[in-house]
T-cell receptor, first 116, second 117 residues
Framework: AQTVTQSQPEMSVQEAETVTLSCTYD???????LFWYKQPPSRQMILVIR??????QNATENRFSVNFQKAAKSFSLKISDSQLGDAAMYFC?????????????FGGGTRLMVKP | GAGVSQSPRYKVAKRGQDVALRCDPI?????LFWYQQALGQGPEFLTY????????KSGLPSDRFFAERPEGSVSTLKIQRTQQEDSAVYLC???????????????FGEGSRLTVL
């Protein structure tokens, strides 16, 4: 079974600074997707960024980028120029590609606090 | 509406009561998922529908949990004889396509918070 581990229950960053959230996963598959989701206090889960395992290039979405290390099974999220609105729970998630649906396996989450 | 809608947002039940949680996915979305999110934890998969067919229910924790999507749109998650350990946020999510390598982005609702006393 696949597992996703987020070892940082809480992280704190100063506004405008950079923060990195860690994620490791365990799988025997070679083709899969990795995701970072943001869950603000309103609870609606929002997709932040997606990485396809067969792509070596790290995904980037504006201030959000990932460091994908396939051999190490590591998938960290870097948030640059942190803003107050970035404060939320962040979940790392995994999905195999052959799945007929979108069944995601989530990590336990990291609570990000942004200090003004 | 434009997004995934869930109701009720909050539900308090006495132990032993039955509850029903409703999910209105985005119109036209083929796939629908239910997740259970305990306090302070990540969501855990419960069940998956492709149109009206329930293709995976491996995550349902017991036979007290039942989900349906009879016409391939609205879905209901029913929990019979609720127990305190059922207290959680129940998230519904939908995606446009049901098959294929990517299978589309998953859109989540705001969830239904169930508290069992």
């Amino acid at each position: 079974a696949q597992t996703v581990t987020q070892s940082q229950p809480e992280m704190s960053v100063q506004e405008a600074e950079t923060v990195t959230l860690s994620c490791t996963y365990d799988t025997s598959e070679s083709d899969y997707y990795l995701f970072w989701y943001k869950q603000p206090p309103s609870r609606q889960m929002i997709l932040v960024i997606r990485q396809e395992a067969y792509k070596q290039q790290n995904a980037t979405e504006n201030r959000f980028s990932v460091n994908f290390q396939k051999a190490a099974k590591s998938f960290s999220l870097k948030i640059s120029d942190s803003q107050l609105g970035d404060a939320a729970m962040y979940f790392c998630a995994y999905r195999v590609t052959y799945n007929a649906g979108n069944m995601l396996t989530f990590g336990g989450g990291t609570r990000l606090m942004v200090k003004p | 509406g434009a997004g995934v809608s869930q109701s009720p947002r909050y539900k308090v039940a006495k132990r032993g009561q039955d509850v029903a949680l409703r999910c209105d996915p985005i119109s036209g979305h083929v796939s629908l998922f239910w997740y259970q999110q305990a306090l302070g934890q990540g969501p855990e998969f419960l069940t998956y529908f492709q149109n009206e067919a329930q293709l995976d229910k491996s995550g349902l924790p017991s036979d007290r949990f039942f989900a349906e999507r009879p016409e391939g749109s609205v879905s209901t998650l029913k929990i019979q004889r609720t127990q305190q350990e059922d207290s959680a946020v129940y998230l519904c999510a939908s995606s446009l396509v049901g098959t294929g390598r990517w299978a589309g982005e998953l859109f989540f609702g705001e969830g239904s918070r169930l508290t069992v006393l």
